[in-house]
């Protein structure tokens, strides 16, 4: 049997590559909306950060997130992303 192949995506704080499903993907879509997508199917431009919160202190503070979306970032992305990495998220 063939191994499956296991897709990497780059974390835009730490820049290591590490499988898709180990991060957090934030996505732009065509309406100008910036959310988490936690099932990574959402249409649009999407960046990926891994669950250490040091690489959200970093993509903020190098404005990674920007970069990776191609737009300004607003601060509560931020403070949602911070919340989520934490785990209180529950709504």
């Known amino acids: 049997m063939v191994?499956?192949?296991?897709?990497?995506?780059?974390?835009?704080?730490?820049?290591?590559?590490?499988?898709?499903?180990?991060?957090?993907?934030?996505?732009?879509?065509?309406?100008g909306e910036i959310s988490l997508d936690p099932?990574?199917?959402?249409?649009?431009?999407?960046?990926?950060?891994?669950?250490?919160?040091?690489?959200?202190?970093?993509?903020k503070k190098r404005r990674a997130l920007d970069r990776g979306l191609k737009t300004s970032v607003p601060g509560e992305v931020y403070d949602t992303l911070s919340r989520h990495l934490r785990g209180d998220d529950r709504d």
């Open 3 to 31: 191994p499956r192949k296991i897709p990497l995506r780059q974390c835009v704080g730490c820049q290591e590559m590490k499988p898709k499903r180990e991060m957090t993907r934030v996505v732009l879509t065509q309406d």
């Open 39 to 59: 099932t990574g199917k959402k249409a649009g431009r999407g960046a990926y950060l891994c669950a250490n919160p040091d690489c959200l202190e970093t993509a």
